[in-house]
């Protein structure tokens, strides 16, 4: 039960800084100039937080999950669509973990 | 102060649905995405939906995703989403002053409708206006994100729906679909070679910490390291330059 209390303290929580960033530049930035270095800070947060949770999966996990990276970038980069990607990483380290174990 | 003008801000809402629905096919397909990875993860139906409908901001929500586990890291969640929601902070800047003139309650409500899309789309349909008032920016922003707002709820719904039906995802290589994802999203973030640096420390320092840090703190850390270095780091000057 405790834990159901705390997914809703999660979401909610997630919900009410993320609306609180919506109405932040609304409420302060329209009146005080955003620096250029914030605002390349800002720019390149979701980018390195993403690459944080990747780098770790496909270099530090095993050889399956290196090969199933390398097939979801390589589809990511030629057709530039997410499900594609998707199917390519899962299908590769698919195969590869039944080939490799 | 002239009064609020409700048939403009009507019309660009239909102008921005019109234009806005091919691209709310494409976060659909991220939404079915999210709810079949949240069902994996073991949310509940009501808690996936709770989330699509209070955070509405995808990219957050895969990250949160990742972070579940028991017991619940909640505050490494929230404090996380804060920090991968923090560039909403500068959309709504650029926003504000087409903003000016809209009853405060107003104003408070259509920024709700700021994520990544909507806010695109509706700043090209004002760079195209340069003499629309606040009517139609918030006419515009409202109306394309009440589209993008159903199609994320409806699409987290489908996509929990679908991934009830898999038992065992580790034995059909499913676990890798979060992976998949966001080696997907990073490519389609990648704007050019300033990117490079950042991501590079954020990789080196996101892997040291996985090694040297339990539980999932290693992601807030690299994504502060790499994204500090891209700030401080020397820009080119012809940044935005086409070399010949």
């Known amino acids: 039960m405790s834990q159901q209390w705390a997914a809703l303290a999660a979401i909610l929580g997630m919900g009410t800084v993320t609306y609180l960033t919506r109405i932040a530049g609304v409420l302060i930035l329209s009146r005080v100039r955003l620096s250029p270095g914030l605002k390349r800070w800002l720019e390149q947060i979701p980018g390195a937080v993403i690459m944080s949770i990747v780098a770790p999966a496909v270099l530090a996990t095993g050889p399956a999950e290196a090969l199933g990276g390398l097939a979801a970038l390589a589809t990511a980069v030629t057709t530039r669509s997410l499900p594609l990607a998707m199917v390519a990483g899962v299908g590769v380290v698919y195969l590869a973990r039944s080939l490799l174990a | 102060m002239t009064s609020w003008r409700w048939r403009l801000a009507r019309e660009a809402a239909w102008l921005a649905v019109v234009r806005a629905w091919p691209v709310a096919l494409g976060v659909a397909s991220y939404g079915v995405v999210f709810g079949i990875l949240a069902r994996q993860t073991g949310l509940s139906g009501a808690q996936s939906l709770l989330m699509s409908a209070a955070v509405f901001a995808g990219s957050s929500q895969f990250v949160a995703l990742e972070l579940w586990g028991m017991p619940l890291p909640v505050f490494t969640i929230v404090v996380t ?46 760079a195209q206006r340069p003499r629309a008032g606040a009517e139609f920016a918030a006419g515009y922003l409202v109306g394309g994100g009440l589209l ?11 996509g929990l729906a679908c991934g009830g039906m898999v038992r065992d995802p580790a034995a059909w290589g499913l676990d890798f679909a979060f992976t998949a994802a966001f080696i997907a999203l990073l490519v389609l973030f990648w704007r050019g070679r300033g990117d490079l640096l950042p991501w590079l420390v954020a990789a080196v320092v996101a892997l040291m910490a996985s090694r040297l840090i339990p539980g999932k703190w290693y992601i807030l850390l690299g994504g502060l390291a790499g994204s500090l270095a891209g700030a401080f780091s020397p820009r080119e000057p012809d940044h935005g330059e086409k070399r010949s």
């Open chain 2, 148 to 158: 993008f707002y159903l199609s994320w709820l409806a699409s987290t719904w489908a």
């Open chain 2, 81 to 126: 989403t804060l920090v991968v929601n923090l560039r909403h902070v500068l959309m709504g800047a650029a926003l504000a002053p087409h903003l000016e003139g809209m009853p405060r309650g107003g104003r408070w409500l259509a920024v709700f409708f700021v994520a990544d899309e909507n806010w695109a789309l509706t700043m090209a349909a004002l």
